[in-house]
């Protein structure tokens, strides 16, 4: 160098010791003058590879861009050509020009100074080429316009992130506008940005996909090649060796699957790595401040150093945490968004392929497994992305700590690591000892879940029984054995704090003890205790994550088989039904083809031959599971062709048996992605009968149909398929059996209207699955199928002549169509096929007629248990009423008309939450323990400073004779505060926790009382699903996500109070800056908090559309395909996906903006704690600065931390909120009034006196009953009849006070029930409800929860309810269980179960509340003997439906609009020829 330059590289008297430092000027003139150059070329090759695939149309010469091109010309134009709008190459290039060129500045104003110039003209170009980089440097900051010619963004509300400046990105800058946005006002989706083009799912599956298939071609050009290699070689040697060719053969079954982890790296690996290098330099520069330390340290020590130097340290200290800290976001940003895309990939590709799978492999994996497949699996990929790079750079960052610390203090770092290495098998025994609490504790909480299910939906049978107590204990019995588990894995945790907060200090400990005591020459100065100590920090985080990214990993590749799995199913083939070429005048023929459900299985439909003209109307018969809705099934191409050929010329309409219906408006449903036409529409409805129900239903045709059609009818179910299909106006229609799911009139209607020679479809193509024969008559055809084959084809009169199969079948079932008539019994369509199935087995048995009858009438009776709901009876309004009380479970979704709102919408907390939740919350932990806790919090800290406080004194105690005295007492104390801090700790965190669980006691324990005690009216207001979230999410928040909360902001708050104290006491000055730095962090802490915290319930709104849509997709892919609407149905998923991403990806920048802005308040402490020190270092020792920058150089972490868990902590803490708003609802009246109990034996007589009584259901609401007088003498048998909403019903819930007058009284037996208790009131009466409510659990249990009775009690009860056989014939007798909802019995067991309950109790009074159609005659029968021979001298009343029940009562009372119309004998009243006449006669009585 220095022949090079002619003077001296480097002088270190002119450079380092001086108060005045300067450069050679040969140092200046070639190293500083080199670096940006050297930079630049060796960016160059990277950056022009990254501006040649980057187009984005050229941005036009603008004054910026005119000034730019003063410098670095060419790389400017080109990058102006490239359109990008902000370069960070060359920002950097300027940054490092301007850097090196101060050096020079400096010296040459100083020899200015001096008066020694030289060479005006060199001086002079030098300072006009220094101001002209600064204004480069300033210039290229700003950014250019817009690129020109680049696709214009239609997007209402782009993104900034792709305009934004190079800058703005390092910062995450430009994510500001949103944060402000959020802290004014809580956000919305409209405000949400929309997604970048490289994240959306469109792209992104599209690239994944194209990975895929290439993955799938390479394997399986693979295997071709070995087969063929397989082939030859087995040709070549017939006669020859005959091991070698099964060698071969054997060899080829290890071709390699199709992998989908290469896809999968193929497409988001080069991204990810970008991620990874900055890891790398993020991991390297961790280390740099450890060694600046040390120097610092050193510099304070040594007294004789000029001042500059330890200010460049401050700077370098600084700078390094500034870079740490961009270099670190910038890597997990790269993580992140890769995970999100991976999630968007994985989502898109599995909803692809389970639109274009096969039957039998959908059937290899149920619905909700596929869903988890999207959701959980996918969901780990994304879970398992931020931390994969520690992989690689956790052994990296402990092999470099462990090097360092080798360096300090030499072997005796080993004691130390080998602690480390102990705790890590603690800490993963505790890991998988707490998994096993959580997997017990899942299943009380599932059970307890389970039963408030159960509770709520039978909560009106609980209350007219009186049964509340026993059940509340039953839930408090789960939830103290929930709360048992909680606690164990509760002392656990906080083992396992107590290992971690320990760890780094006990690393110390036993490193210092062996260090110190191995040899007395060893000194503990403050470079290396405190050096060290950063160290172990930095050790701290990689020996904890390795084995959580491990298991995660070992998570993930079990997910990824699965996935891949899933994605190497067979798929349909499309070419199967050809749909070109077919004999003219044909819509569909089928030539000798012969189908099966899957490639393995024995075929469904052999040999099929069948033409089938344009236009003609087709009936396909025969008995159930013969194969109708195979042969449909095939038409569409659903099943596997084996051999022959279909066409179907034209587009496919298809109604299946089991309709399906969308989560979306009865009109969307309809309309199915067609465009609108109003007349058409119209027409479509009249002819499907749809018109009365859009009357009845609360929002007319844009009533929101819930998930899989649940607040529609079986038959409005089937109608509304048949309503698609007509309104699609196809060519051809495959109609699977639409009529059996509805009444025989509106089939009647349909048929004539819709299916029929004059119906709507007439002249297309229709085939018709039917059992209705009054049909057969009037179609073109009949096609007959026998065990899958087509037994005879032809007309109707053709058939019935050739009297082969198809007469027998017209034998059978013409008995359905006189029973079907007169039978009020409603079937779903399962029951009917069941019957069909049943009956047909019999049929063929014996052919005389009467039997057969018997038969069938036996069947139905049998299989009225099935269902008590659904189909569609005359009264509609009545089955429409019992479905909605029966079925709260699926919140009702949003009724368009506001007046007519049954429920209220939920309301979601916005905005900050109040201060009285904390403290709601804290007074459920109780006062005095969160004092205690706090006080704990405060000690333990104490004792951690006290214990580095202590050491930094140690460190400067005087060396004697190279050794330092008393350490024994040093190391005795420095342990003792260590372990005080460690016992704190464990203390505290149990306190804590039993505080938590506490808390989840007492608030559970609250709700679960209130909910007891509420009226019913708020039951009939509310869904069940919302009550039910409050038990178990908002419970499982409270027990599990709170208490570890508050854990950690506690930690997070006292460690950084901990860390301002210790440096404003080593450096006062400190204080100054404290203020300003507090109002920075404060404020970004606001923001943050507001905007993420509405952006996480966004994201949360948003994410289960996904997987509701997915599931409906899976349903009805047969429909979705037949109509074609395959792509279409792809965009909305895609839709969903991306609507979701929208919410999540400003939920992660938000992440690092906040990480970025509350790291630099760190970074700023850093600063200030060294730059103090160095001002103040003539009166600080070294041991006090080592503490205070390395208290300064940890703070950043827990700053941060601390944010996220005040975000988390509101967020959660809304879940005390919600509690409490259901545990202060208003309660009926008391259970048990003291001292107003009537007599025990009341009532005696069973006297009922109703004094001008009135009644609404609730506030708001009509009266129901209106000034109702009348009395009923003990004994007497009362029948209650009228008009379906005439108030009937409303009589019991009255008397049982589930409705509270709103004027008048009832009396029973004198007594005024509106003064006693509930329970007395509700326990002296005996109600046989109208429909079974069975509970899960024994049968003794739901006959008597409270154990009262005796065991022959219960067993006379069950003979006299004719239950005794069939519980008897049960080997568990009274204990058999009964499933959910009696599941396990039939309704008319589960009614008869209702008696023996009313014949246990056998009260003075009993109400019978008939039940509607749901039940058959034969029970009926049974229970109206019962009473009439047990309930001789009670008095009964019964609401009737059927008049033939009621015609031998004492009396009759007849109900009209709330009032009594009529009450006086069944005989008067017939001939007195009012409303009990008209009613006798239509049930032909009269």
């Given at each position: 160098m220095e022949v090079f330059c002619g003077s001296r590289f480097w002088d270190s008297n002119l450079t380092v010791h001086t108060d005045n430092p300067d450069l050679t000027p040969c140092f200046q003139n070639t190293i500083l003058a080199w670096i940006p150059s050297i930079y630049l070329w060796s960016a160059l090759p990277f950056y022009l590879l990254y501006l040649k695939r980057n187009k984005r149309g050229y941005i036009v010469l603008s004054m910026l861009s005119r000034f730019k091109m003063l410098l670095a010309t060419l790389l400017i134009q080109y990058e102006r050509l490239r359109g990008i709008q902000s370069s960070g190459v060359l920002i950097i290039f300027w940054f490092l020009s301007v850097l090196c060129a101060v050096g020079p500045f400096r010296s040459k104003i100083m020899t200015t100074a001096q008066g020694h110039v030289n060479e005006r003209f060199r001086f002079t170009t030098f300072y006009i080429y220094f101001a002209l980089i600064i204004i480069e440097l300033i210039l290229s900051c700003f950014k250019e316009k817009p690129p020109f010619f680049s696709p214009v963004n239609i997007d209402a509300n782009p993104c900034p992130e792709l305009n934004s400046g190079f800058l703005s990105r390092l910062t995450f800058w430009w994510f500001t506008s949103m944060a402000?946005?959020?802290?004014?006002?809580?956000?919305?989706?409209?405000?949400?940005?929309?997604?970048?083009?490289?994240?959306?799912?469109?792209?992104?599956?599209?690239?994944?996909?194209?990975?895929?298939?290439?993955?799938?071609?390479?394997?399986?050009?693979?295997?071709?090649?070995?087969?063929?290699?397989?082939?030859?070689?087995?040709l070549n040697h017939v006669g020859g060796n005959q091991e070698e060719a099964e060698v071969l053969i054997r060899g080829k079954k290890h071709n390699r699957k199709p992998s989908f982890l290469k896809a999968l790296l193929r497409t988001f690996g080069p991204y990810f790595l970008i991620g990874s290098f900055f890891k790398l330099i993020q991991d390297l520069l961790s280390f740099v401040n450890p060694q600046l330390l040390s120097v610092?340290?050193?510099?304070?020590?040594?007294?004789?150093?000029?001042?500059?130097?330890?200010?460049?340290?401050?700077?370098?200290?600084?700078?390094?945490?500034?870079?740490?800290?961009?270099?670190?976001?910038?890597?997990?940003?790269?993580?992140?968004?890769?995970?999100?895309?991976?999630?968007?990939?994985?989502?898109?590709?599995?909803?692809?392929?389970?639109?274009?799978?096969?039957?039998?492999?959908?059937?290899?994996?149920?619905?909700?497994?596929?869903?988890?497949?999207?959701?959980?699996?996918?969901?780990?990929?994304?879970?398992?992305?931020?931390f994969l790079n520690m992989l690689w750079s956790a052994p990296l960052q402990i092999f470099l700590a462990l090097y360092f610390l080798w360096q300090t203090l030499e072997a005796s770092v080993l004691a130390g690591v080998a602690v480390m290495v102990l705790l890590i098998p603690f800490n993963s025994a505790i890991a998988i000892k707490t998994r096993a609490f959580q997997v017990e504790q899942m299943r009380y909480k599932d059970s307890r879940i389970k039963l408030m299910n159960e509770i709520l939906g039978g909560i009106k049978v609980l209350k007219l029984y009186a049964w509340?107590?026993?059940?509340?204990?039953?839930?408090?019995?789960?939830?103290?054995?929930?709360?048992?588990?909680?606690?164990?894995?509760?002392?656990?945790?906080?083992?396992?704090?107590?290992?971690?907060?320990?760890?780094?200090?006990?690393?110390?400990?036993?490193?210092?003890?062996?260090?110190?005591?191995?040899?007395?020459?060893?000194?503990?100065?403050?470079?290396?205790?405190?050096?060290?100590?950063?160290?172990?920090?930095?050790?701290?985080?990689?020996?904890?994550?390795?084995?959580?990214?491990i298991s995660n990993i070992a998570q993930t590749s079990i997910s990824l088989k699965r996935i891949q799995q899933f994605l190497s199913h067979d798929e349909l083939d499309p070419n199967c039904v050809e749909t070109k070429v077919i004999a003219p005048g044909n819509a569909i023929s089928v030539r000798n083809a012969t189908f099966s459900w899957g490639k393995e299985l024995k075929p469904t439909l052999k040999n099929i031959n069948m033409l089938i003209p344009s236009g003609s109307l087709v009936a396909v018969v025969g008995h159930v599971g013969c194969g109708k809705s195979s042969l449909m099934s095939a038409l569409l191409g659903e099943m596997e062709k084996l051999e022959g050929e279909v066409a179907v010329k034209g587009s496919v309409a298809y109604v299946p048996q089991q309709a399906w219906i969308q989560n979306a408006t009865l009109k969307d449903n309809i309309l199915f992605g067609q465009a609108p036409n109003e007349e058409k529409y119209q027409n479509t409805l009249e002819a499907c009968a749809l018109k009365t129900d859009l009357e009845v239903l609360p929002g007319g045709d844009q009533t929101e149909i819930g998930e899989k059609g649940i607040n529609l009818s079986g038959g409005q179910r089937q109608r509304v398929s048949l309503a698609r299909?007509?309104?699609?106006?196809?060519?051809?229609?495959?109609?699977?059996?639409?009529?059996?799911?509805?009444?025989?009139?509106?089939?009647?209607?349909?048929?004539?209207?819709?299916?029929?020679?004059?119906?709507?479809?007439?002249?297309?193509?229709?085939?018709?699955?039917?059992?209705?024969?009054?049909?057969?008559?009037q179609v073109d055809h009949i096609i007959v199928l026998v065990d899958g084959k087509i037994s005879e084809m032809g007309s109707y009169q053709e058939l019935l002549k050739q009297n082969k199969a198809f007469a027998e079948f017209l034998r059978n079932y013409a008995l359905d169509e006189d029973i079907e008539e007169d039978e009020p019994t409603i079937l779903e369509e399962e029951e009917v096929l069941l019957a069909e199935d049943t009956l047909s087995i019999h049929t063929?048995?014996?052919?005389?007629?009467?039997?057969?009858?018997?038969?069938?009438?036996?069947?139905?009776?049998?299989?009225?248990?099935?269902?008590?709901?659904?189909?569609?009876?005359?009264?509609?309004?009545?089955?429409?009423?019992?479905?909605?009380?029966?079925?709260?479970?699926?919140?009702?979704?949003?009724?368009?008309?506001?007046?007519?709102?049954?429920?209220?919408?939920?309301?979601?907390?916005?905005?900050?939450?109040?201060?009285?939740?904390?403290?709601?919350?804290?007074?459920?932990?109780?006062?005095?323990?969160?004092?205690?806790?706090?006080?704990?919090?405060?000690?333990?800290?104490?004792?951690?400073?006290?214990?580095?406080?202590?050491?930094?004194?140690?460190?400067?105690?005087?060396?004697?004779?190279?050794?330092?005295?008393?350490?024994?007492?040093?190391?005795?104390?420095?342990a003792g505060l260590g372990l005080l801090q460690g016992l704190i700790v464990l203390i505290s965190s149990f306190t804590l926790a039993m505080g938590g669980i506490n808390a989840a006691r007492t608030l559970h324990a609250a709700l679960l009382e209130n909910k007891f005690r509420t009226p019913q009216s708020f039951y009939d207001t509310t869904p069940t699903g919302r009550i039910i979230n409050r038990f178990s999410k908002d419970i499982y928040v409270i027990d599990e996500v709170i208490p570890p909360t508050v854990f950690m902001f506690l930690g997070t708050f006292f460690t950084s109070l901990s860390t301002m104290i210790v440096i404003i006491a080593s450096t006062p000055l400190f204080a100054v800056v404290i203020v300003p730095l507090a109002i920075l962090y404060f404020f970004v802490q606001r923001f943050y908090v507001a905007t993420s915290r509405q952006l996480k319930r966004l994201e949360s709104v948003s994410r289960s559309p996904i997987y509701s849509h997915f599931s409906e997709t899976l349903s009805g892919a047969s429909v979705i395909r037949a109509y074609r609407r395959v792509k279409a149905f792809v965009d909305i998923s895609d839709l969903k996906v991306d609507e979701n991403q929208k919410s999540y990806y400003p939920g992660i920048v938000s992440n690092?903006?906040?990480?970025?802005?509350?790291?630099?308040?760190?970074?700023?402490?850093?600063?200030?704690?060294?730059?103090?020190?160095?001002?103040?270092?003539?009166?600080?020792?070294?041991?006090?600065?080592?503490?205070?920058?390395?208290?300064?150089?940890?703070?950043?972490?827990?700053?941060?931390?601390?944010?996220?868990?005040?975000?988390?902590?509101?967020?959660?803490?809304?879940?005390?909120?919600?509690?409490?708003?259901?545990?202060?609802?208003?309660?009926?009246?008391?259970?048990?009034?003291?001292?107003?109990?009537?007599?025990?034996?009341?009532?005696?007589?069973?006297?009922?006196?109703?004094?001008?009584?009135?009644?609404?259901?609730?506030?708001?609401?009509?009266?129901?009953?209106?000034?109702?007088?009348?009395?009923?003498?003990?004994?007497?048998?009362?029948?209650?009849?009228?008009?379906?909403?005439?108030?009937?019903?409303?009589?019991?819930?009255?008397?049982?006070?589930?409705?509270?007058?709103?004027?008048?009284?009832?009396?029973?037996?004198?007594?005024?029930?509106?003064?006693?208790?509930?329970?007395?009131?509700?326990?002296?009466?005996?109600?046989?409800?109208?429909?079974?409510?069975?509970?899960?659990?024994?049968?003794?249990?739901?006959?008597?929860?409270?154990?009262?009775?005796?065991?022959?009690?219960?067993?006379?009860?069950?003979?006299?309810?004719?239950?005794?056989?069939?519980?008897?014939?049960?080997?568990?007798?009274?204990?058999?269980?009964?499933?959910?909802?009696?599941?396990?019995?039939?309704?008319?067991?589960?009614?008869?179960?209702?008696?023996?309950?009313?014949?246990?109790?056998?009260?003075?009074?009993?109400?019978?509340?008939?039940?509607?159609?749901?039940?058959?005659?034969?029970?009926?029968?049974?229970?109206?003997?019962?009473?009439?021979?047990?309930?001789?001298?009670?008095?009964?009343?019964?609401?009737?439906?059927?008049?033939?029940?009621?015609?031998?009562?004492?009396?009759?009372?007849?109900?009209?609009?709330?009032?009594?119309?009529?009450?006086?004998?069944?005989?008067?009243?017939?001939?007195?020829?009012?409303?009990?006449?008209?009613?006798?006669?239509?049930?032909?009585?009269?």
């Open positions: 402000v946005h959020g802290y004014k006002r809580p956000l919305e989706d409209k405000d949400l940005w929309s997604l970048n083009e490289d994240d959306t799912s469109k792209t992104i599956v599209q690239r994944l996909s194209k990975e895929w298939d290439r993955e799938k071609a390479e394997c399986k050009q693979k295997e071709d090649v070995s087969s063929m290699k397989k082939s030859n070689h087995v610092l340290i050193g510099f304070i020590k040594d007294k004789d150093a000029p001042a500059w130097w330890g200010f460049l340290i401050a700077a370098l200290m600084f700078i390094c945490a500034v870079l740490q800290t961009l270099i670190l976001h910038q890597h997990f940003q790269y993580c992140f968004v890769t995970g999100m895309r991976l999630r968007t990939g994985i989502t898109g590709m599995i909803y692809r392929k389970s639109l274009a799978i096969t039957n039998s492999a959908k059937r290899s994996s149920t619905v909700g497994e596929i869903v988890n497949l999207m959701s959980v699996d996918a969901q780990r990929f994304m879970d398992l992305m931020t509340e107590p026993s059940f509340s204990e039953k839930v408090l019995e789960i939830r103290k054995n929930e709360l048992r588990v909680l606690k164990k894995s509760a002392y656990l945790n906080s083992l396992s704090t107590f290992a971690w907060i320990s760890a780094p200090f006990l690393v110390a400990l036993t490193t210092f003890a062996v260090y110190v005591s191995v040899d007395e020459k060893n000194i503990l100065d403050a470079e290396k205790a405190f050096v060290s100590l950063s160290l172990f920090n930095i050790l701290k985080f990689p020996l904890n994550m390795l084995p959580q990214v299909a007509v309104y699609s106006s196809s060519d051809i229609f495959l109609l699977d059996d639409p009529l059996s799911a509805v009444d025989s009139h509106v089939a009647k209607h349909i048929f004539d209207k819709v299916i029929g020679p004059d119906g709507v479809l007439k002249g297309k193509t229709r085939i018709l699955v039917t059992h209705g024969i009054s049909f057969l008559p063929d048995l014996a052919d005389n007629e009467p039997v057969t009858n018997e038969v069938r009438k036996q069947f139905l009776r049998q299989l009225s248990v099935v269902s008590s709901e659904g189909g569609e009876c005359p009264s509609k309004m009545s089955t429409k009423r019992r479905i909605c009380e029966k079925k709260p479970a699926e919140p009702p979704l949003p009724r368009k008309n506001a007046n007519e709102k049954l429920i209220q919408a939920e309301t979601t907390e916005t905005g900050t939450v109040k201060l009285t939740v904390f403290w709601q919350y804290m007074k459920a932990v109780s006062p005095v323990i969160s004092l205690v806790i706090c006080f704990l919090y405060c000690c333990q800290n104490a004792a951690a400073i006290g214990a580095n406080v202590w050491l930094s004194d140690w460190t400067n105690e005087p060396v004697v004779n190279g050794t330092q005295q008393n350490t024994a007492m040093r190391i005795g104390v420095y690092r903006w906040l990480g970025i802005r509350v790291e630099f308040v760190g970074n700023c402490i850093v600063l200030f704690a060294a730059v103090f020190a160095v001002i103040g270092r003539n009166s600080l020792n070294a041991g006090l600065v080592g503490l205070s920058v390395s208290y300064a150089l940890q703070v950043t972490l827990s700053l941060n931390w601390m944010v996220r868990m005040t975000s988390e902590l509101e967020t959660n803490i809304v879940a005390v909120e919600r509690i409490k708003e259901y545990s202060e609802t208003e309660t009926e009246a008391p259970w048990i009034i003291e001292g107003k109990s009537p007599p025990e034996n009341w009532p005696s007589k069973g006297e009922l006196e109703f004094v001008n009584y009135s009644v609404r259901y609730r506030k708001g609401l009509d009266l129901v009953l209106k000034g109702i007088n009348l009395q009923v003498h003990g004994g007497e048998k009362i029948g209650i009849v009228g008009r379906t909403g005439a108030g009937k019903s409303s009589m019991t819930l009255c008397l049982f006070r589930i409705l509270e007058a709103v004027k008048g009284e009832i009396k029973i037996d004198g007594v005024k029930i509106s003064e006693i208790g509930l329970h007395d009131l509700r326990s002296r009466l005996t109600i046989i409800p109208q429909d079974p409510v069975l509970f899960s659990g024994t049968l003794r249990m739901n006959l008597d929860p409270f154990n009262k009775y005796t065991d022959e009690e219960i067993w006379k009860a069950l003979e006299l309810s004719h239950l005794k056989r069939f519980v008897s014939s049960q080997p568990s007798m009274l204990d058999y269980e009964c499933s959910e909802g009696g599941e396990n019995l039939s309704v008319g067991q589960r009614q008869l179960v209702c008696l023996a309950r009313a014949l246990l109790r056998k009260t003075r009074i009993l109400i019978l509340d008939e039940a509607t159609a749901a039940i058959d005659l034969e029970t009926d029968d049974l229970i109206q003997m019962t009473i009439r021979t047990q309930f001789v001298d009670c008095t009964v009343l019964t609401i009737a439906h059927r008049l033939n029940t009621i015609m031998d009562y004492t009396r009759v009372l007849v109900l009209d609009n709330g009032t009594v119309a009529e009450f006086d004998t069944p005989a008067n009243l017939i001939a007195a020829k009012g409303i009990f006449h008209s009613m006798a006669r239509d049930a032909g009585l009269a």
